[in-house]
């Protein structure tokens, strides 16, 4: 997928997919809006007001303001001047791939002493299928130290990372279908 080779020597590898009730352009705008106080991360609202309760819950609708991402665009991923994703690639309708160093406090990165770091991209593909109907994976790769950090991560982003990122692809799924209960095949 793309950003495999951002990451050489990755820590984890996740992906997951849904088939979904909706071309490919009926998805990719929701895809265009991602982001903290933008159209959000499309997980369920109560991921967004436990872990996230400063952020504006997920669009319902699309909004105003935003044409479309391009490659170097910041997308915002926490409060102002904390965490975010550059984008890296950017296909229509077919790919956007996220990347970022950004998600750890920036004195852990600069403190000599401990030097940590988080090295990750999200990777969000679209293929089309017969019958207006989508294959959308999602995965994310991430280069995590020192030894310290990465069992945290391990142990506690991965196992949060299969709820939200099986949320969110729903969350896509319902806001890109119409007609559908879940929209998720």
Not at 71 to 100: C, K, M, N, W
Not at 118 to 135: A, K, N, Q
Request: hydrophobic share 45%; aromatic share 12%.
């Amino acid at each position: 997928m793309a950003g495999d080779a951002a990451i050489e020597h990755p820590a984890l590898i996740t992906t997951h997919a849904a088939t979904i009730d909706a071309p490919p352009e009926a998805i990719w705008p929701w895809m265009m809006q991602v982001g903290w106080h933008q159209g959000g991360w499309y997980t369920p609202q109560w991921v967004d007001r436990l872990l996230f309760p400063a952020n504006w819950p997920s669009a319902d609708h699309l909004l105003e303001g935003y044409p479309g991402l391009q490659i170097g665009d910041q997308v915002p991923d926490g409060p102002p001047d904390t965490a975010y994703f550059v984008v890296e690639e950017v296909v229509p309708a077919r790919i956007l791939l996220l990347h970022s160093r950004t998600h750890v406090p920036p004195a852990w990165r600069d403190d000599p002493r401990i030097r940590a770091w988080i090295d990750w991209t999200w990777s969000f593909e679209l293929t089309p299928l017969d019958g207006d109907r989508t294959r959308m994976r999602f995965r994310t790769r991430a280069d995590v130290g020192p030894c310290w950090l990465k069992a945290a991560y391990l142990t506690l982003i991965v196992p949060a990372d299969f709820y939200m990122s099986r949320g969110m692809l729903r969350g896509i799924a319902a806001r890109a279908t119409t007609g559908t209960r879940s929209g998720v095949g």
